[in-house]
């Protein structure tokens, strides 16, 4: 299975205001819906994800999925057992409404995109699957910005949720990831072309701001042993700067340069200023008496996971949601690579999602 398809969900009001005609919400699905229906395995992409969990030769994509080894016959998540979800989220750029998608008068909703909260894209979540006929997720598993869909789903929909695996996330943004957001966000938005965010009738793109971004963040998602080992002080290939001048690059340069323009390629400066902001609007104990009793309302069994190198979301913060939620396993991924070694440690992920798949609720 696989392959983009695509629910078309109707209005949404949403939680800080604002309302959303005809939303649109991009899906991808491996394996089959069971006649109990209990059989469903909700994967929650990251900032930069997408519904493409899985690439699959002849679906019609080019490029492999984002957790390419966690749905395989005989794998962690095995389509023959399970029915496997993956959607894009409300406010992306990867077939669901965001920011690029026709307004009500047809034109790139733009600058004119309402604020949307986590809460907003569990809500359409919750929607997609209302019209999928599933009324309860065996399990919602995600990382980063999809472990904060994880969460809330699991706080949100405390009934319908059996198990919960948040891997390298948070209950509720902090200062510092705010913080680290914040030049990401000016980075875009101080880039001409972005022209205050409507920018797509005109040939310029903010693709310079967005890379700036796509830098900032990238570092945070790794170690400084990591960036160390790898690059030291080597210069890129013929472009020394102690001998090139204005020309020349450090190798690490080089690599955020590659990653940048990579980003810049794939994705929507918009839907990365939207995503951000949902990031920063996180918190589980909003409106809900504080994290603590947010969290014990929980019912899932939880699987809570942090990466020992993560600066961005350091294992205290999964410490903390491990200790406020009623059924909790903590567990751990050794990784030298950071934020991201929830996604390149596909082999540790995999052994701990199986686990938590494996255990039935007591
Ligand atoms: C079409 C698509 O891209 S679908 C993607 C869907 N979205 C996602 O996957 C989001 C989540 N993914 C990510 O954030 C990242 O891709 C990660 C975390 C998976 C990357 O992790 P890693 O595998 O460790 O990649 P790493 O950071 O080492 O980067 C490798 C790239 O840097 C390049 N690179 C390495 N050194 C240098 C250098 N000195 N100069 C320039 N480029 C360099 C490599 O050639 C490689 O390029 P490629 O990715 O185009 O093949
Ligand atoms: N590298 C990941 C990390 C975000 O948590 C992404 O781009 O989605």
Redesign the pocket.
């Known amino acids: 299975m696989g392959g983009r398809q695509f629910a078309h969900l109707g209005t949404m009001e949403l939680e800080r205001g604002g309302v959303l005609p005809d939303v649109r919400i991009a899906y991808e699905t491996w394996g089959r819906l069971n006649e109990a229906g209990d059989n469903v395995i909700l994967v929650e992409h990251?900032?930069?994800?997408d519904s493409h969990v899985v690439g699959e030769a002849g679906a019609g994509h080019a490029s492999p999925g984002w957790w390419n080894s966690l749905v395989a016959a005989g794998g962690p998540v095995d389509p023959d057992a399970w029915f496997v979800i993956a959607s894009n989220v409300l406010g992306g750029c990867q077939g669901s409404t965001g920011p690029s998608s026709p307004a009500p008068d047809g034109r790139p909703w733009g600058s004119r995109f309402p604020y949307v909260t986590v809460r907003d894209q569990v809500a359409a979540e919750r929607l997609l699957l209302d019209r999928l006929g599933i009324a309860r997720v065996a399990a919602v598993v995600g990382g980063?910005?999809g472990g904060m869909r994880a969460i809330e789903w699991a706080v949100t929909h405390p009934d319908d949720v059996d198990r919960c695996i948040v891997l390298a996330s948070t209950p509720s943004a902090t200062a510092d990831q705010i913080a680290w957001c914040q030049p990401q966000l000016l980075a875009i938005r101080q880039d001409p072309a972005f022209a205050g965010g409507d920018y797509y009738a005109s040939d310029r793109r903010p693709d310079a701001g967005l890379g700036l971004a796509r830098r900032i963040a990238h570092i945070t998602?790794r170690t400084e042993t990591e960036l160390d080992e790898r690059f030291g002080r080597e210069a890129q290939l013929g472009e020394d700067p102690l001998r090139a001048g204005d020309r020349g690059r450090f190798a690490v340069e080089s690599y955020l340069d590659h990653h940048a323009g990579k980003l810049a390629r794939r994705f929507d400066a918009n839907s990365y200023v939207v995503l951000t902001e949902a990031m920063n609007s996180h918190d589980v104990g909003r409106d809900r008496g504080g994290v603590q009793r947010a969290l014990g309302r929980v019912r899932a069994d939880c699987t809570v996971v942090s990466v020992d190198t993560d600066r961005l979301y350091p294992p205290r913060l999964s410490d903390e949601l491990h200790a406020a939620l009623p059924v909790s396993r903590r567990e751990h991924i050794v990784s030298d690579f950071g934020?991201?070694g929830f996604?390149i440690e596909e082999d540790q992920v995999g052994r701990i999602i199986r686990a938590a798949l494996e255990r039935r609720r007591s």
């Open positions: 990251a900032l930069t994800g980063s910005m998602y934020h991201d996604l």
